[in-house]
């Protein structure tokens, strides 16, 4: 846009020189200096021109003082724009025009300066882009700001994720993006139906033991009265099973209490109430049950599986044991559990059956085998070990079972 500006006044000098350049008495085309514009004669004013008749020397105006401007030989009509070095190193658009006055072929080039132009131009040039960068960098922040609000929800629901994974809460809020809210409400309809099928099979489990009990009781008292005999013992033999069956099945309901489905384990909250419902199963001893210390942060394992593994070792452990039963758990890259009693022991030819895989110990060995196969099956859930061999200290039965932690 300059430097259509700055052509325009070009073509307007080039047409004002043709009209201050006349024949002389001699018949020859030559410049009229009343005509020009003073500027040209003023030494690299920033406006020259060169001009020549024909074949004839080029007059140059006397504002190039000792430049020489070089001319083309245009014929009439033709027309020739181009940037060119001039005086003091001045950039300059020079425009060269072949004209044909009083049967004379003319060649006239005019030129200015157009460095002030160009430095406005770089000057321009700098501060938009400035003023671009900058408002490129505020658009930044605020598309910054507007995705970080937008993502800060999504960021909610991936914290309430951990927090169901943890197991301190039971579902995910549903203030989400809209995108994400179907996402979210069928999590937690799967939750809910998750949880009222674990409630449901509690409940059933617990029903179902009660229900046994009444049959049992009256099977229990029709054997009573019959005579004594080999058939007799059988029956009761196989009705005091089903009876220990029914008995273990409803502790296990009692043990496993209430939760959230996948809610992690935490000791030192879960262990007293388990302790005080096992010394209420035992109301006939005056047991003590010590715990060490326990760690104090929920860890990585699912309550429910952590309520029964615990609830049948401490409970086959209190059935035994004379006043004692000690419990210890330690934390590192496994958890530990150690539980203790002062009771009668195994027998050494006992404890290697005890370790085996697939053995119902529960159907070989009475009393400690009370839920040892439930035991094993949380264990070989988690990968873990479970060992069994004499307390030094108390004399009794000793429980070893290490699980890994999930980091």
């Known amino acids: 846009m300059g430097e259509s500006y700055v052509l325009t006044r070009i073509e307007h000098d080039a047409e004002s020189l043709l009209a201050a350049i006349a024949v002389n008495k001699r018949g020859m085309l030559v410049a009229r200096p009343s005509r020009i514009a003073s500027v040209y004669r003023q030494p690299r004013s920033g406006h020259y021109y060169v001009f020549a008749v024909g074949d004839g020397p080029p007059v140059t105006s006397r504002s190039l003082w000792d430049f020489q401007l070089e001319l083309k030989r245009l014929k009439p009509g033709e027309r020739q724009l181009e940037h060119i070095r001039g005086p003091a190193d001045q950039s300059l658009l020079l425009l060269t025009q072949g004209f044909s006055k009083r049967g004379q072929d003319l060649v006239i080039a005019v030129a200015e300066d157009i460095s002030p132009m160009e430095a406005d131009i770089t000057r321009y040039q700098l501060w938009s882009g400035l003023a671009l960068f900058a408002l490129l960098g505020l658009l930044l922040i605020l598309q910054h700001r507007l995705v970080s609000r937008i993502f ?5 629901v991936r914290e309430e994720v951990r927090s169901v994974a943890r197991g301190d809460v039971g579902r995910l809020s549903e203030d989400a993006p809209s995108e994400v809210v179907p996402l979210v409400r069928e999590v937690n309809r799967l939750l809910e139906l998750l949880g009222k099928r674990m409630e449901r099979s509690r409940h059933a489990l617990g029903n179902l033991a009660h229900a046994i009990k009444t049959p049992l009781n009256l099977l229990g008292q029709a054997l009573d009265e019959l005579p004594p005999g080999q058939p007799r013992t059988s029956m009761q033999g196989h009705t005091e099973q089903i009876r220990q069956l029914t008995e273990r099945e409803l502790r296990r309901s009692r043990l496993s209490g209430a939760g959230s489905p996948g809610q992690r384990f935490d000791a030192a909250a879960e262990l007293p109430a388990l302790v005080q419902a096992l010394t209420r199963m035992h109301p006939g001893k005056d047991l003590r049950v010590n715990t060490g210390p326990l760690p104090g942060i929920p860890l990585p394992l699912d309550r429910e599986d952590m309520l029964e593994l615990l609830g049948n070792l401490l409970d086959n452990a209190c059935k035994w044991a004379r006043s004692t039963v000690r419990l210890g758990i330690e934390q590192g890259e496994s958890l530990r559990i150690v539980i203790e009693d002062d009771g009668p022991g195994v027998d050494d030819a006992l404890l290697e ?27 070989q859930l988690y990968t873990g070990t479970l060992a069994f061999d004499r307390s030094s200290s108390l004399g009794g039965l000793r429980v070893v079972v290490n699980l890994p932690l999930a980091e």
């Open 152 to 156: 800060g929800h999504l960021e909610q």
């Open 353 to 379: 059956q005890l370790t085996e895989r697939g053995v119902r110990v529960d159907e070989q060995v009475a009393g400690h085998g009370l839920g040892l196969a439930i035991v094993k099956d949380v264990v």
